[in-house]
């Protein structure tokens, strides 16, 4: 008998379709398929979000606590905190990202990494060594003897140790617009006879307000989430009162409240924030060229020494120096086992933690890589939403869920490992999409297809092509999200399960009790964690700045 080769190719193409899995059949390819999966990580990452709203909503007297006395007290400090905030980092960021853009002075490469250190240092740590300093029994008041100091355990003293923290923020913003914009802008300045102070005030900061207005955002996001500094310096800001509403009266509803009011405050800012770095992207790359310092004379040079120093020792070296003269070299048995096991736990949930949300971040990134609709765009932004809201507000969320599906189902849902990881996830996951998706953009799309067409599969393709190029963006994103997991205070307060400490809690346990020298090693370890990425930062910073100067 004859076969034809038509009926073999047949019978060859039926057992082949009968043999292939179900996972790789043609739906689980399809773009319906990966729009329904995006949905489902967004709705998951997004829930914490709409339980905030819908619990405030179902509240009794929705939005009341919100609007009443104590509601706007919170309210009120919360913006008053802001703009005190935000006039502060603005002029010191600005100031010194001009000072270091534009002019030539000794020291000068030194402080284009200096001028970032603050952020290695976290700001409930830098309020407890400034309490420690300021007080009435500490260092300064040793030294001068019964003269009363302002207090600083008060709202400007709030504003004084965040602007201190936060200032980097428009710092590294202003930099990188100086060091982008063309030197053309202040060479014809300077030709129609203005001066170089008119010529950057008038020409620069006007240009560079897109890259300012985003700087600020995210500073006064930061402000606006803090708990730590506002708690123990006894303001009443929106973050407090979160804390205080649900702790202090169990009342999740009211919490819920101030939570929503928070998460609108920083929706606004985030806005900001985005329209900051679309003006930044709109800047004329033809023009571009780097500005020629100006050379300071011998007096405008130590005055240009003094203004970048003093953020310097006001917001790394006295707070890292005053942990340093507290650390007793020899702990206790019983200091020494806390620590180890606040260590332990601080490593297990940030590893845990960086390798869920970098696994969902390449799943993201990939999905960004792909799909181009309008949908798929929307449903990304949601799922990246959670690095710009604060800790507070994911973790009263997640309450709220906890507490809803613990009514539906009859089981008492208590928080626990798996909840703070969830929060973490939904917390910090942006931070490791932007670094992957970044890492992803040195992958020409073209380099897949010619694989492809060389019978190259995706796991193929994947560890031959994309991984060596991308890993360094894959493993920086990690650490970061690592080190904000370990610094993060206000969701693992909330969250932690019973007796679960890490080096965030154990710090704010210690220090709330007066025991800054018991906190003091577990502080010194978060500030190396911080150093970590706050170096990396500076020296990308420098050498932009380098390379266009």
């Known amino acids: 008998m004859f076969v034809s080769l038509p009926d073999l ?43 905030t709203f819908m619990g405030g909503l179902a509240a009794n007297g929705a939005g009341a606590y919100l609007i009443s006395t ?24 600005a100031g010194t990202a001009m000072i270091v853009s534009l002019t030539d002075f000794p020291g000068r490469r030194f402080f284009v990494i200096a001028l970032v250190l603050p952020f290695a240092i976290p700001a409930y740590v830098a309020a407890y060594t400034y309490a420690d300093l300021l007080g009435p029994f500490g260092a300064v008041a040793s030294l001068i003897g019964p003269t009363r100091l302002p207090e600083i355990r008060s709202l400007p003293g709030v504003a ?26 202040m060479e014809t300045a300077r030709a129609l006879g203005a001066s170089p102070v008119k010529a950057a005030r008038k020409i620069l900061l006007g240009a560079g307000r897109p890259a300012l207005a985003g700087g600020l955002a995210l ?61 930044q992207s709109a800047e004329n790359a033809r023009v571009q060229r780097g500005t020629k310092r100006i050379k300071l004379s011998a007096p405008h040079a130590r005055l240009a020494i003094m203004a970048c120093a003093t953020p310097v020792i006001l917001g790394f070296l006295i707070p890292a120096g005053i942990l340093l003269a507290k650390l007793d070299p020899e702990l206790s048995v019983g200091a020494a086992h806390g620590l180890a096991q606040s260590l332990s736990n601080t490593a297990l949930i940030a590893s845990a933690g960086a390798g869920i949300a970098i696994l969902i971040a390449l799943m993201l990134a990939y999905a960004a890589r792909q799909m181009k609709s309008p ?28 507490a809803g599906l ?23 996951l942006t931070a490791g999409y932007n670094a992957v998706s970044g890492g992803l953009t040195q ?30 963006a894959i493993l920086a994103g990690a650490a970061i999200i690592a080190i904000d997991i370990a610094k993060e205070l206000p969701a693992t307060l909330l969250l932690r399960p019973f007796n679960f400490e890490t080096l965030s809690t154990r710090i704010y346990r210690l220090a709330s009790d007066e025991r800054l020298a018991d906190a003091a090693p577990a502080a010194l370890l978060l500030i190396a964690l911080g150093l970590v990425p706050t170096l990396a930062l500076s020296a990308l910073t420098k050498h932009k700045s380098n390379s266009k100067g």
Do not use: N
């Open 375 to 402: 949908m798929g765009k929307i449903l990304l932004r949601i799922s990246t939403l959670g690095y710009a809201i604060p800790g507070a507000v994911i973790a009263i969320g997640i309450l709220t869920l906890t």
């Open 9 to 51: 190719q047949g019978s060859a193409d039926k057992m082949t379709h009968e043999r292939t899995p179900i996972w790789k059949s043609s739906f689980w390819k399809s773009p319906l398929w990966k729009t329904l999966t995006l949905a489902a990580v967004a709705l998951c990452l997004a829930a914490p979000i709409g339980a």
């Open 70 to 93: 104590i509601g706007v007290q919170y309210l009120s400090g919360t913006l008053v905190l802001c703009a005190l905030v935000g006039a502060g980092a603005l002029i010191i960021g």
């Open 160 to 185: 004084f140790i965040l602007t201190l923290m936060t200032y980097p923020y428009v710092y590294l913003a202003m930099s990188a617009s100086l060091a982008g914009r063309s030197g053309a802008l």
């Open 443 to 472: 992958v020409s799309p073209q380099m897949d297809a010619i694989a492809r067409s060389l019978g190259a599969g995706p796991t193929r393709i994947w560890t031959q092509i994309h991984w060596p190029q991308t890993r360094g």
């Open 219 to 279: 500073a006064l996001m930061e402000t606006a989430a803090d708990y730590g500094v506002a708690d123990y310096f006894g303001a009443k800001t929106l973050s407090v009162g979160i804390f205080r509403t649900w702790y202090g009266l169990g009342d999740l509803g009211a919490a819920t409240q101030l939570a929503a009011g928070l998460f609108l405050m920083v929706l606004l800012l985030v806005l900001l924030e985005e329209a900051g770095r679309r003006g």
């Open 406 to 428: 613990s009514r539906a189902t009859g089981t008492a849902i208590a928080g626990g490992v798996a909840v703070l990881l969830y929060a973490y996830v939904a917390r910090f």
